[in-house]
């Protein structure tokens, strides 16, 4: 029975729910540098999830989406812009609080960064919740469906910051 309990402890940890330590500072309020957090693979992406990818360099990113397959991503003063649509964006509140006469994200569209209007129909655009120094799709590109590794979905240490993401 013990045995069967260690197998089963070993796939979920290793295929099911994968532990991870957060290097960096770009997804700051929302994940902080030496977090410790789940991910997982099984689920779709959709807008807002904070997935992990590989890289073009080989590195592990952690990054918020804010496009999807398709779309036309767009920043004007401070306002999401998806197809033309302004989009909220209530994780952000807080962060914004503090930048009310700056502009947190600066301004861009996907044809400026991405060399055409809209994102490929396998990728997604990515930033970091700490804009200003980001190194996110705004630098590198949409993130292709094949280099996503995973979908963050909770925080368990430090323990005064448990949470769900």
Excluded at 22 to 33: A, C, D, F, R, Y
Excluded at 34 to 49: A, L, M, N, P
Excluded at 103 to 115: I, K, P, R
């Amino acid at each position: 029975m013990l045995m069967v309990a260690a197998f089963f402890a070993v796939i979920v940890r290793g295929f099911v729910f994968i532990p991870m330590t957060i290097e960096g500072n770009s997804m700051e309020k929302t994940l902080n540098q030496e977090d410790h957090i789940i991910y997982e693979k099984f689920s779709d992406i959709d807008r807002f999830d904070i997935i992990l990818f590989k890289a073009n360099d080989g590195t592990v990113m952690v990054k918020r989406v804010v496009g999807l397959p398709g779309e036309e991503v767009a920043y004007f003063n401070d306002t999401l812009l998806i197809n033309g649509e302004m989009i909220e964006e209530p994780y952000l509140d807080e962060i914004k609080i503090h930048h009310l006469n700056n502009h947190y994200t600066t301004n861009f569209n996907s044809e400026e960064v991405l060399g055409k209007p809209n994102l490929s129909d396998d990728a997604y655009f990515v930033l970091g919740d700490n804009r200003r120094v980001s190194k996110d799709s705004r630098s590198f590109g949409e993130v292709r469906a094949d280099q996503i590794i995973g979908k963050a979905r909770l925080v368990y240490y430090p323990f005064k910051d448990i949470k769900l993401l």
